[in-house]
């Protein structure tokens, strides 16, 4: 059994994960494919890699969501970044690794990492 301030701790941590991927006043959101073909994939670790990203660097207007199936199995782990008045951008095959690229190139200097999208013909 953990003691009192383990939990509080465990607590803590869980409600600031929750916190960042609220929908209140953003100006990004990260979504995340989270169905079977998705989990499967490995977008689990790649959602926990964007919501420590974006805790490290501190940024509050950026939220963290999932969904089900987007549709393409064989393209995942899938992520869909959508920024206030862009078209959405659509990354696959992502990893852990390739998270914090997309946050500072695409999230923070607002140049989507083109080899990682959908389109990319490279």
């Known amino acids: 059994m953990k003691s009192l301030a383990e939990l509080q701790a ?32 490995g977008a689990r670790p790649v959602m ?8 490290r660097r501190g940024l509050e207007n950026v939220t963290v969501a999932q969904t089900g199936c987007i549709g393409m199995c064989r393209l995942e782990p899938m992520v869909e970044v959508y920024v206030k008045g862009q078209e959405k951008v659509t990354y696959v095959h992502m990893t852990p690794e390739k998270v914090a ?16 999208t959908i389109g990319y013909q490279g």
């Open 101 to 116: 690229r997309v946050v500072n190139d695409h999230i923070v200097n607002g140049r989507p990492v083109e080899e990682y």
């Open 48 to 55: 926990l890699e964007f919501v420590d990203e974006l805790k």
């Open 10 to 41: 465990i607590r803590n941590k869980m409600i600031e994960q929750v916190n960042m991927r609220k929908d209140d006043n953003i100006d990004t959101r990260v979504v995340v494919g989270m169905a079977t073909c998705g989990i499967a994939a």
